[in-house]
């Protein structure tokens, strides 16, 4: 794992460079794409990027890591719903090559096939991570098998606690969701996370530390051939 530290903005910055250069380089390249509020830096420099003609997502497919179980994609707090207003609606991508887990109707089928959809589009080239405050990666939280493919989980109690923030209500936060598994990530070719405030120092002093632990599903990033964490100091700052 390679580590990256800089403010917000700058690995913000630094990681969209990373997507621009491998589209350009690859088309219809496959992106692995994340939620939560730490990507919203990096979506925000591709919209402009593409707007500004360095770049064209026409040939590009997308795969997401998850989605809550319960809500449907127009609720506004569903991920696909957060893709759509913070990137695919800005920028000229085709829509129906974006794929997001379902977390209505049949989401255990569609799950279940998730990974097998990704190899049929020759695997993802790039995937952007968030991090949770406990090291879950997508929706992994501890204890998850690092052989885990796309899945329904249970959401740790601090997740709900943590997500909360984006409800009206801790009530209204779902309890399970959908999510590609530690092994879906893993099969990704390059793989960023992206990690902002002192929340997450705990868990990336944890990562860096470089032990494999499932009590860190993050720690699974370990083994990975091309990995960089790209941090702001307050992310770093449990790090000796
Ligand atoms: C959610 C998502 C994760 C994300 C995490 C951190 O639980 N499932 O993919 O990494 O939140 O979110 P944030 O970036 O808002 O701290």
Redesign the pocket.
């Known amino acids: 794992m390679k580590v990256v530290v800089g403010n917000e903005q700058e690995i913000s910055r630094l990681i969209a460079e990373e997507f621009i250069k491998q589209v350009n380089a690859k088309p219809n390249s496959v992106l692995g794409l994340?939620?939560?509020?730490?990507?919203l830096g990096v979506y925000a420099n591709l919209v402009k990027a593409n707007k500004e003609g360095r770049v064209t997502f026409k040939d590009v497919a997308t795969f997401n890591?998850?989605e809550y179980i319960g809500l449907e994609g127009t609720h506004d707090q569903s991920y696909r719903y957060f893709m759509n207003v913070n990137l695919f609606d800005h920028i000229d991508i085709d829509k129906s090559r974006t794929h997001v887990l379902k977390g209505v109707g049949d989401y255990e089928a569609y799950a279940a096939q998730y990974d097998d959809e990704i190899a049929s589009f020759g695997g993802i080239d790039l995937q952007i991570?968030?991090?949770?405050?406990d090291g879950?990666?997508?929706?992994n939280e501890p204890g998850t098998s690092f052989d885990s493919l796309t899945h329904v989980a249970e959401?740790a109690e601090s997740?709900i606690v943590?997500?909360s923030r984006l409800f009206n209500n801790i009530s209204e936060v779902p309890t399970k969701?959908v999510?590609m598994g530690l092994k879906s990530i893993m099969n990704a070719r390059k793989i960023v996370l992206i990690a902002t405030?002192k929340n997450?120092a705990k868990a990336i002093a944890s990562l860096l530390k470089g032990v494999k632990t499932i009590d860190n599903p993050s720690t699974v990033l370990i083994d990975h051939p091309d990995c960089t964490i790209y941090v702001d100091e307050d992310a770093y700052s449990l790090v000796k």
């Open positions: 994340a939620t939560g509020t730490s990507p890591l998850d991570l968030g991090i949770g405050s879950h990666i997508a929706f959401l997740t943590d997500n969701a999510t405030g997450k």
